[in-house]
């Protein structure tokens, strides 16, 4: 008796799931909807939205990977660019507002990396890098207003002297207001 109570208690709550999950309206492909003007999102608001990608220029990231160009893109908040070149290097920016160094570490530490403390044109921070991508490497410093700053590199065409050289350059440049 009890199993049949339970399947038509599981029964009836999917069919309340399927029921509120009707949509009105006709599908469209991405991009071929309708926007005449009448969004009622205020695209004013998000006029800085893409402002820490600009940090630094292009120019001034490819110069120090060492390549010869670079393509970016933004995912929330992390800004990410792929240099070329004679290599191939993944570059990662994020700047999380309300971040501290102190739950970054304790983030990296809970993925297994090693971190070290440095400074930074000032700044305190330190590097973490990951034991089985002896390659890949991320700074992270307090941020000058409020947050922490992050850089990582990946490159993708074995390792490096010294894996958090170009991450810590970046930062210094950002740190210091250089292009």
């Known amino acids: 008796m009890k199993r049949i109570l339970y399947t038509l208690t599981a029964l009836a709550a999917a069919l309340l799931l399927l029921a509120g999950c009707t949509v009105d309206g006709t599908p469209v492909a991405t991009g071929q909807g309708d926007t005449g003007g009448d969004s009622t999102v205020d695209t004013d608001r998000y006029d800085n939205l893409l402002l820490e990608c600009n940090i630094l220029s292009d120019a001034t990231i490819v110069k120090v990977v060492g390549g010869s160009s670079a393509q970016g893109t933004f995912v929330g908040a992390i800004c990410r660019w792929i240099v070329t070149g004679a290599s191939t290097t993944s570059v990662t920016f994020a700047w999380y507002e309300s971040g501290s160094l102190n739950s970054e570490k304790q983030i ?3 993925f297994g990396y090693t971190t070290e403390n440095v400074k930074i044109a000032s700044q305190t921070g330190f590097t973490q890098r ?6 890949k490497c991320g700074v992270t410093a307090r941020a000058p207003s409020r947050g922490v700053f992050t850089w990582w590199t990946e490159p993708r065409d074995g390792t490096p002297a010294d894996p958090c050289a170009v ?10 207001g250089g292009q």
């Open 130 to 135: 990951d034991p089985k991508d002896p390659g």
């Open 167 to 176: 991450p810590t350059k970046l930062m210094e440049l950002v740190l210091s």
């Open 108 to 110: 990296a530490k809970k």
